[in-house]
């Protein structure tokens, strides 16, 4: 497993060097968004205006934390699953986005869309909530405050662990794990 | 009659919510020790310590182990001996939850199912009650995470699909969910009963502490296949590939109509959370 340690916004060049199964570190700005902002962001597209942020290079995180103690940065903040972004990401893609963060597989239509526009679908461990806040430095809620949890926030992180599931080329390490260790 | 009073209920079930999200059961961190023993792939032991180290943070920051900190499902056993003073007991849970939530710095999950929008409490909880003989008053916290939730199902089979038919269910239905439910996974099994009964008992095998056994031989010895079979699916911890896609394997039974085979699967994450308070 490489690791590499990458700085957002990401341009083509990086996101092409992005191999399916290598161990990233995030460093930069990174916006999220869940079902809900996704399909406000979508809906703004349709209508030919302008999204909240700019998306060119960015990537977005699929989670929607806990409120933040005082004193703290973020509350937990794991990744949700991926599927129920499916419908909105190849959209967003078109725009420039060029890394999604979640857990879960993908649609082959988001994955198509990832090799037309060159952007990588990473993971992060679900579940581990706790330990990833520790990479998130700063969060701020930018757009649809009203979505309560759901809302888009901009966070700063440092070497905020991800794994490259699915690269430019089409590769995808979810079924080449599986594959390496099934036993049926 | 013995009186239980409403503001007890509500104080109890409030920290309950909250030490469930903080905590770990012992028996899911030993489930996950163990699983790092036996796990074959270097990625699926890396997470499995992750998830330990995780669940260190949690407690001792007292934040919550997963951002998902679920619906507030609760299991009461009430005896029939038991009056609640000053209130309604489920009120006093609803009460408990939206303090726990707010005090806790929990996330409020539950929404509208239309228009999406949060009820901002966490409220309503789902409570099912259970009346028993007796003055006791037993209330088990659960709160379920949304993505695992998704990947559970409740079908009907017919009588002739058998076990080989309620097997196949379970495996394809963990094969088809892959890393969507956050693996690894303890998973309940409800055979029989009607269409809400065995969704009942599936979710309710959540309970049991992780890994331990029906005390019925034919349902320990269809827990150890299933938990065979699926830990060779190959998905793993996080679905990257691995040896360890579930924890645990729950089968609970119940009678069923002569026309009917009822099949639930619930699916949890390795986030098994739940605490229990006695009154």
């Keep these: ?33 869940r079902d809900a902002a996704h399909k406000r962001l979508v809906a703004l597209l349709e209508k030919g205006e302008a999204l909240p942020f700019d998306i060119q290079g960015q990537i977005i995180y699929f989670v929607g934390p806990t409120p933040a103690r005082p004193g703290k940065p973020v509350g937990s903040a794991g990744p949700t699953t991926s599927y129920r972004m499916d419908a909105y990401s190849p959209q967003l893609i078109a725009q420039g986005l060029k890394g999604m963060i979640g857990k879960g597989a993908r649609s082959p239509e988001v994955i198509e869309a990832m090799k037309k526009y060159k952007c990588v679908y990473m993971v992060a461990v679900g579940g581990a909530g706790a330990l990833i806040a520790q990479s998130i430095k700063k969060s701020e809620v930018i757009a649809y405050e009203d979505l309560g949890p759901e809302a888009v926030r901009r966070m700063e992180v440092e070497d905020f662990p991800a794994v490259v599931v699915n690269d430019i080329l089409g590769n995808d390490l979810y079924s080449e794990g599986v594959a390496r260790y099934r036993k049926e | 009659m013995r009186e239980v009073a409403f503001q007890d209920i509500l104080e109890k079930v409030k920290d309950a919510c909250m030490s469930a999200n903080f905590e770990l059961g012992e028996d899911v961190m030993a489930a996950f020790h163990k699983a790092k023993e036996k796990e074959e792939s270097p990625v699926g032991r890396e997470i499995l310590e992750q998830l330990l180290e995780n669940a260190k943070i949690a407690q001792k920051d007292k934040i919550a182990l997963c951002q998902d900190t679920g619906f507030a499902v609760f299991f009461v056993d009430l005896g029939d001996e038991v009056r609640v003073k000053g209130g309604n007991l489920v009120d006093a849970i609803n009460e408990g939850v939206k303090q726990g939530y707010q005090d806790g710095y929990l996330r409020k999950s539950i929404c509208h199912p239309f ?101 019925d031989p034919a349902l320990a010895t269809l827990e150890d296949e299933l938990l065979e079979k699926i830990n060779e699916l190959g998905i793993g911890p996080q679905g990257l590939g691995g040896s360890t896609t579930a924890l645990a394997v729950h089968v609970e039974m119940h009678p069923c109509h002569i026309a009917s085979l009822p099949l639930a699967v619930n699916i949890n994450c390795h986030a098994s959370r739940h605490k229990e308070i006695v009154l």
């Design chain 2, 115 to 215: 228009t999406r929008k949060n009820t901002d409490t966490n409220t309503p909880a789902i409570v099912h009650i259970n009346l028993v003989p007796g003055d006791g008053l037993k209330i088990v916290v659960a709160p379920k995470g949304g993505g695992s939730e998704n990947m559970s199902r409740v079908t009907m089979l017919k009588p002739s699909d058998g076990i080989e038919g309620i097997k196949q269910f379970v495996i394809q239905r963990v094969k088809e969910s892959g890393a969507n439910p956050c693996p690894p996974l303890v998973i309940g099994v409800g055979i029989g009963g009607t269409f809400e009964k065995a969704a009942l008992i599936a979710k309710k095998s959540l309970l049991r502490p992780v890994g331990s056994k029906n005390p």
């Design chain 1, 1 to 33: 497993m490489t690791e590499r340690r990458v700085s957002t916004p990401l341009n083509d060049d990086v996101v092409q060097q992005l191999r399916s199964g290598d161990k990233v570190l995030i460093n930069g700005t990174i916006y999220t968004g």
